[in-house]
């Protein structure tokens, strides 16, 4: 795109130049000859113009179908089980035709646009050359002027006149392209919300509390997440956030992260608010485990690495064993070297989690978000097993539904509306709520 704006640059410049140009050289050789031609410019420019800007609008029509069938195209043969389980090939081939249709008959338009646009500047150029002719031999007799000068100016005149008509489409590339550095200097120079310079603390322990915090997500500020909501998690425990869908458990590990800023309350990391320190240095301290594990479209290992920069290979294949993925790794083609496809799509939703895990374990998490959703029964309790050993003397964040995942956390602090209302282990039998963490974990 910024491509075809330098483009529309240079040949502005070029075609305005060839119009002075023209013009000067026409009134130096002949400005008697070259005052009477300024009649057939407004009629060339116009034609010029109107043939230039349709033919404009066309073409970007035809793009824009174009680039339509080539989503359509994208997303089907990226989702291509999901299409193919619900019978959508049929559905997905016509949505194609239809915006390859509409690029037709652009393509069509085009041409016969360009066919009458050609024909009439032709036709008032050729008329234009035979008046200056037909004046040209009168200033001959009347006025000493030679063939030579009549076609200098005949010709200056006539090119200058069709090079200013065809830089009319690029002022409406100028005007685009204006809007278009509107927004991204807007973009560059915004002041964003969450300020990420501040304080690197030397001893990092891990204490985490958040302290009546009231929140709700900037695409729906009427609803509110949290009213009022305090936790505190002390340095090496694991706390098991349980809860219905919607109670707040993965908004704490998005304020954590500081994804987000509450609207008041106060985020505190060992103490300090979490907005006097280093954004960049606090997410170095912390890892996230999802239970939609993003991967790239690269190799097995260049995923794994990307937890921990320079990892070696012994690093590497420690975290794939502690996170159960071994095992599948090694009967691959290619081993690590595997490709694992556009966002994962060689790979099963476990593989891609214990993948994920690995990547983790590399970087010591601290967060994990419904971590081990996608395995089966099996490999959820090796890789629980191998997720209790690195989260020893270790502050954890665990959200999730099933009662194997919690109940050796050091806490379960169930939620309910946004509202924390009840800590404990697993089996306390100290309050009614202490069934709600069986009750909560198993329905998952």
Not at 419 to 435: C, M
Request: with cysteine; proline share 3%.
């Amino acid at each position: 795109m910024w491509l075809c704006r330098w483009a529309s640059v240079g040949k502005f410049l070029h075609l305005v130049s060839t119009f002075l140009g023209g013009f000067i050289i026409a009134f130096t050789r002949g400005w008697l000859l070259s005052l009477v031609m300024l009649s057939s410019i407004p009629p060339v420019v116009a034609a010029a113009a109107v043939m230039s800007l349709v033919l404009s609008k066309l073409s970007n029509r035809s793009q824009m179908a174009y680039a339509e069938a080539g989503k359509v195209f994208e997303q089907t043969i990226g989702s291509i089980r999901t299409v193919i389980s619900f019978t959508g090939e049929s559905r997905a081939i016509n949505e194609y035709k239809e915006h390859l249709k509409i690029s037709y008959k652009s393509a069509v338009h085009q041409g016969i646009a360009g066919v009458l646009g050609v024909g009439s500047l032709l036709l008032i150029v050729f008329c234009s050359y035979g008046f200056a002719v037909w004046y040209g031999a009168k200033l001959i007799i009347e006025k000493g002027y030679t063939g030579g000068y009549i076609i200098n100016v005949l010709m200056a005149i006539m090119t200058g006149a069709m090079a200013l008509g065809q830089s009319s489409p690029c002022l409406s590339a100028f005007a685009s392209g204006q809007i278009a550095a509107h927004k991204m200097f807007a973009t560059i120079y915004r002041k964003p919300e969450i300020d990420a310079s501040g304080l690197i603390l030397e001893n990092f322990v891990g204490n985490v509390e958040l302290k009546d915090v009231h929140f709700s997500y900037p695409a729906r500020p009427e609803q509110l997440i949290f009213n009022g909501f305090s936790i505190s998690i002390p340095t090496g425990m694991t706390v098991a956030l349980v809860g219905e869908s919607g109670s707040g458990k993965s908004t704490v590990i998005g304020l954590v992260e500081r994804f987000y800023d509450p609207q008041s309350g106060e985020i505190f990391l060992d103490g300090v608010n979490l907005k006097q320190l280093n954004l960049s240095w606090v997410r170095q301290k912390i890892e996230l485990v999802s239970q939609e594990p993003i991967l790239f479209t690269t190799t097995i290992r260049e995923n794994i690495e990307y937890g921990k920069k320079g990892a070696t290979e012994e690093e590497i294949r420690r975290s794939t064993v502690l996170a159960n993925a071994a095992k599948f790794i090694d009967k691959l083609p290619n081993g690590l070297g595997t490709m694992v496809g556009e966002h994962g799509t060689q790979l099963s939703g476990g593989q891609k989690q214990r993948i994920a895990i690995a990547r983790a374990i590399l970087k010591k998490p601290i967060l994990l978000d419904e971590a081990t959703s996608a395995l089966d029964a099996e490999s959820e309790r090796v890789v629980q097993d191998a997720l209790n050993n690195i989260m020893v003397n270790r502050t954890t964040i665990v959200v999730a539904h099933r009662l194997s995942t919690v109940k050796n956390a050091d806490t379960i602090s169930v939620l309910h509306r946004g509202q924390l209302v009840e800590q404990g282990p697993h089996g306390d039998k100290g309050s009614r709520w202490s069934l709600l963490p069986t009750f909560t974990a198993a329905r998952g």
